[in-house]
Every structure is written in structure tokens, then in C-alpha cells.
């Protein structure tokens, strides 16, 4: 499971890391725990259907690109 869920967890840094946000800080904005989006990134877990379109409203809210479709399908 670790490794089906690299290419998304390193998206997932990124697009943090883009915000210049902190692990918390982007918690606290998807309304997640620090633990879950550490889990993200760590490759241990995905963000369910809905946590995903609350990160795509967000990043279409702060003008960033994030295709969840692209995302997900770098995956399989």
C-alpha cells in the first residue's frame, strides 16, 4: 500500500509546501488532524472523495493548480 500511494503523497507535499503552510496549518484549513495529513505525506493513507474536493476548492480559492483526476490516476 506504502508504494501505490507515493506519487500522491509527494503531490500532496508539494502542494502544502506551495501554500507555505505547516503540516498543522494545512490541517487546520481542510478541518483535518496534523496526524492525517502527516499520514498523506507519509504515504500511509489518502484523503477520502470529499477531502479531496475540499483541497481542489481550496487550491482553486488560492489561484493553485491541483488535478485530483491527475493525481489519482498517476496511481494505477
Known sequence: MRGE???FSEEIKKL??????SQTAFAQELG?????????EMG????TYKT???IDDYCKE?????DI???LTQEK
Open 5 to 7: 500511494n507515493m506519487a
Open 16 to 21: 502544502r509546501q506551495r501554500l507555505f503552510m
Open 32 to 40: 483535518v488532524s496534523y496526524t492525517t495529513v502527516n499520514r498523506w
Open 44 to 47: 500511509r493513507a489518502k484523503p
Open 52 to 54: 479531496m474536493k475540499l
Open 62 to 66: 488560492k489561484g493553485i493548480e491541483f
Open 69 to 71: 483526476h491527475k493525481s
